[in-house]
């Protein structure tokens, strides 16, 4: 999986979506202009002592992506879709694209990539969710459709000791 985001405004936003690429081995893929440095402070705290460890790739535009990555297979995430992100097929090497926080993804991408826009479900009386709940809502349910390939599944439950005498109630 690969994850884009287009001209992301909020560094905190970015900084979480790093620090989840970096737990799921995704690329994270940028697209220019950011609405910040990527050398300030609250990337880095809210991307903590991961942000050393993300795969990052920057573009000027979406074309440049485009060029790049000819024939790349693109979801992109919009509130304009007819789709929900359930509902797409994601292989192993798809990118899935984020807009601005303030904007979304551009109408005129859209238009050209109508068949790959899918939605994340929820009520008329909210616009949208935060950026960094949205890519991993999307992230994971694609991974889980790719059984979330080189991850580790299960964790180990460290039974608590009591003292005798203690009824640990």
């Given amino acids: 999986m690969h994850i884009i985001l287009h001209q992301p405004e909020i560094p905190g936003n970015t900084g979480n979506i790093g620090r989840t690429c970096v737990a799921t081995g995704t690329p994270l893929h940028l697209i ?12 880095r705290r809210a991307g903590m002592d991961y942000w050393p460890l993300l795969e990052v790739h920057r573009y000027m535009n979406f074309r440049e992506f485009e060029k790049q990555h000819p024939g790349a297979k693109i979801w992109m995430a919009t509130t304009k879709a007819r789709k929900a992100y359930t509902e797409a097929a994601y ?6 694209m984020f807009g601005r926080e303030s904007a979304g993804i551009p109408e005129e991408i859209l238009v ?15 616009r949208s969710l935060n950026l960094s709940n949205s890519v991993a809502i999307v992230l994971y349910e694609a991974l889980r459709q790719n059984g979330f390939r080189g991850m580790r599944q299960e964790g180990e439950l460290h039974r608590l000791h009591w003292h005798d005498g203690e009824s640990g109630t």
Avoid: Q, T, V
């Fill in 32 to 43: 220019e202009p950011l609405g910040f440095r990527l050398d300030e402070k609250s990337i």
């Fill in 112 to 126: 050209e990539h109508e068949e790959g826009c899918i939605r994340i479900p929820m009520l008329d009386s909210i």
């Fill in 91 to 96: 292989g192993p090497e798809d990118y899935i």
